[in-house]
């Protein structure tokens, strides 16, 4: 997983800018496809990404996922990762919705540059805090570009109105220049080379040699044909656990059919 895959492979467990692009998008489009099914993912974190054999991630336990009856509704419970939560899910007042998992994807992209989660501290208690009421700050150790931090301060707004992806989902981040010099369709049809590939044996097990690919931009050298439509598959369950505190709804596995290969 990519949990495995960013402690073990780099020193000081730090993935460059390029590579962090490449990851971003991928689950970036994932949520996205989620969201116009109504479905919050809830559970954001590198231990529920799988690197596949060709390089590209896959989103995996659905089991805090809510399926929302219309995108007017709210969920109410409780649920995810401590240092991946939102903070209108730490507050508890008014509900929360699809943004929550965009929250968890700027910590997640903070996670890979700087090697910690923006508000991390062993108190539980105090990370909360942390999360609902401090700013964002980046270590000076590492030397991050401003455009990468503006996609981070976007994706932790506080406010969840506000917050990149709330309002028109991934087409939100592709006007950062972050983004600029990469095609998403490209990322979304697996026509980028990928930075890392893991090394298969006969009996389809990932080995851990790895091997490592050039950097992607706009019109890199097309690997796979695109089809058009076609979005990420999502590995699931055929059993997905509502919480019942807040009314959930399981979500349908023919909902998900289409999310791709």
């Known amino acids: 997983d990519l949990y495995n895959h960013f402690n073990s492979s780099y020193k000081n467990r730090i993935f460059d800018e390029e590579k962090t692009k490449f990851y971003v998008i991928q689950i970036a489009l994932a949520l996205d496809a989620l969201h116009k099914r109504k479905i919050i993912y809830r559970d954001l974190k590198p231990e ?25 509704d709210k969920a ?13 899910i730490i507050k508890g007042d008014s509900g929360y919705s699809y943004s929550c998992d965009w929250w968890s994807l700027g910590v ?15 108190i539980q208690k105090v990370m909360f805090d942390k999360i609902v009421n401090n700013r964002v700050k980046y270590p000076v150790t590492v030397n ?8 981070i ?20 981040l592709k006007q950062f220049k972050f983004f600029e010099e990469v095609d998403f369709r490209l990322v979304l049809s697996k026509k980028v080379n990928a930075p890392f590939v893991p090394t298969v044996d006969k009996d389809n097990a990932v080995s851990s040699t790895y091997i490592y690919t ?48």
């Open 48 to 72: 529920n990404i799988v690197i596949n054999n060709d390089g590209y991630l896959k989103l995996i336990d659905f089991g805090l996922s809510k399926q929302l009856k219309t995108n007017q």
């Open 76 to 88: 109410m419970s409780f649920c995810g990762t401590p240092e991946y939560t939102a903070p209108e």
């Open 108 to 122: 997640l992209m903070y996670l890979m540059l700087f090697s910690v989660t923006p508000f991390y501290h062993r």
């Open 144 to 151: 991050i570009g401003n455009n990468a931090k503006e996609v």
């Open 153 to 172: 301060n976007g994706l932790l707004e506080k406010d969840p109105l506000k917050r990149i992806g709330t309002n028109k989902g991934v087409e939100d």
């Open 214 to 261: 050039k950097n992607f931009k706009k019109g890199a050298e097309v690997i796979t044909e695109f089809e058009e439509g076609k979005i990420y598959r999502m590995n699931f369950s055929a059993s997905v656990e509502s919480d019942k505190g807040d009314g959930d709804v399981p979500v349908n596995e023919d909902d998900i059919d289409q999310l791709g290969r």
